[in-house]
Structure formats: C-alpha cells, structure tokens
C-alpha cells in the first residue's frame, strides 16, 4: 500500500473552503450585470409638459431604403369594429398602408392623429416612393416602415387602417 503525501490531506481538508460562496442568480448583482445591465434613467427635463404630445421624427435619422420593401401578411386592407382595450400607459399609435383606404383615412385623421402624438406604422409599403406617399398624407406625424404581423396576432386584428390607443381599437 502507498503512502499519501501529508500535503495531499491537507489539499482534500481545505479544498471545500477554497470555493466561492453560492449565491442564486439576481439576489445581487455583481459587478458585471451592474455594468452590463443597468438600465440608465433619462434625465429629468422639467421643461417639458407632460401634457403636450411630443413627436419625433426618427425618419430623418436612417435611410429606411434598405427595409423596404415591407409585407405584413396577415394584415390586409379593410373594414374594422372598433373593439375597447385596457392597455394602461400604451401610446397612440396607428396602422396603415399604401393603399387607397389608409392614405384618405391618413389624410382625414392627420389633424387628430397628431394632436393625440400618435405615431404611425406602414406595414404595407413597396418602395421609398410609396412610403413618401404615406408620409405626405399626414406630414408632421412619423411613420415608421415596420412589419405589422406580431401586432396583428397579439391585438387579434386582421386590417387596416387602424388606430390603437390604451383604451380602443378603432378605424
């Protein structure tokens, strides 16, 4: 029978010592997360009226040209029913197309749209043509070339022109 090194009972006595502590993920965040993952607050800018709309124009920032062209296929053109949500704190914001029946809805709602600061999403648009159409029915509002399909199945809507506040779905 061989002999063990003293060195190496001392080795298997202080190893479980030598492990770091077990902690249970998010009961503190090391410094990593804390550097990594800390969510900054904006600044607090007590000019501004919290009852005005703010708008911004997040289309003069990118070239969307290489988004385009953008298909929502389970969203189509048509008639909604106006339906109540209870979405609390949700934005205004709006669905529409290239056709026809969203750049007249677009053209008559434009006054109200930007009034209320809602912001519009063309989920239908071929080209850069077409979506400086969608643009020029309503200026001064921002829409956004976007694929409108994960919308359509979370709010269960099948057409468009649409707008969506934190308490209605209507046309």
């Known amino acids: ?35 990594h993952f800390q969510v900054p607050w904006p600044p607090i800018n007590n000019k501004i009226q919290p009852s005005r709309a703010m708008h911004a124009d997040l289309s003069t920032f990118v070239d969307e040209a290489w988004i385009l062209p953008v298909h929502s296929s389970h969203l189509s053109p048509g008639h909604i029913t106006s339906r109540a949500l209870k979405m609390p704190g949700l934005r205004p914001f709006f669905l529409v197309g290239e056709d026809p029946q969203s ?23 071929t080209d850069t043509q077409a979506l400086a159409r969608i643009r020029a029915a309503a200026p001064g509002i921002t829409i956004l070339p976007v694929n409108g399909n994960d919308i359509a199945s979370r709010l269960k809507i099948e057409h468009y022109p649409i707008l969506i506040t934190a308490t209605s779905l209507e046309q």
Do not use: N
């Not at 090194?5 to 090391?30: H, K, N």
């Not at 750049?103 to 209320?116: G, K, N, P, S, V």
């Open 103 to 125: 750049l007249a809805w677009l053209h008559q709602r434009a006054t109200e749209l930007q009034e209320i600061g809602a912001a519009g999403l063309a989920v239908e648009v």
């Open 1 to 35: 029978m061989k002999r063990i090194p003293l060195i190496c009972y001392f080795i298997l006595i202080l190893a479980p010592f030598a492990q770091p502590e077990r902690t249970v993920a998010g009961d503190q965040p090391s410094d990593f997360t804390r550097l």
